[in-house]
């Protein structure tokens, strides 16, 4: 079993960036594909990145595709997220998620095997 830690969130202006962290313990993250999710209050967790077990393959959300960045780190077992170009819209608590199924990546909430608590994010227009 995997515990994610999520880290980084904050208040920034439009326009302006953050970088989001999730930190590891229990596994290796290197034997799990690694996605960021979002949600806000009312409304269903969505899909925002993902990244394969090795960083070499990548998937985002249409709302985040030239403005986000998901990276890993295996050797410190930490996930990333580095959002830049933030809109209002991109408010919400951001959650991490590891997922046992390596062949593809994949986009669905009940897909993943294991959750972090979120950090939120907050963008002022």
């Known amino acids: 079993q995997v515990q994610l830690v999520e880290s980084g969130g904050g208040l920034v202006q439009a326009g302006g960036s953050l970088r989001l962290s999730c930190a590891a313990s229990?596994?290796?993250?290197?034997?799990?594909?690694m996605g960021w999710f979002r949600q806000t209050p009312g409304k269903e967790r969505d899909f925002v990145a993902a990244?394969?077990?090795?960083?070499?393959?990548?998937y985002y959300a249409d709302s985040v595709k030239g403005r986000f960045t998901i990276s890993r780190d295996n050797a410190k077992n930490t996930v990333y997220l580095q959002m830049n170009s933030l809109k209002p819209e991109d408010t919400a608590v951001y959650y991490c998620a590891a997922d046992k199924f390596l062949p593809r990546l994949r986009v669905g909430v009940t897909e993943y095997d294991y959750w972090g608590q979120g950090t939120q994010v907050a963008v002022s227009s």
């Open positions: 990244i394969n077990w090795s960083g070499g393959s990548t």
């Open positions: 229990g596994r290796t993250i290197s034997t799990y594909n």
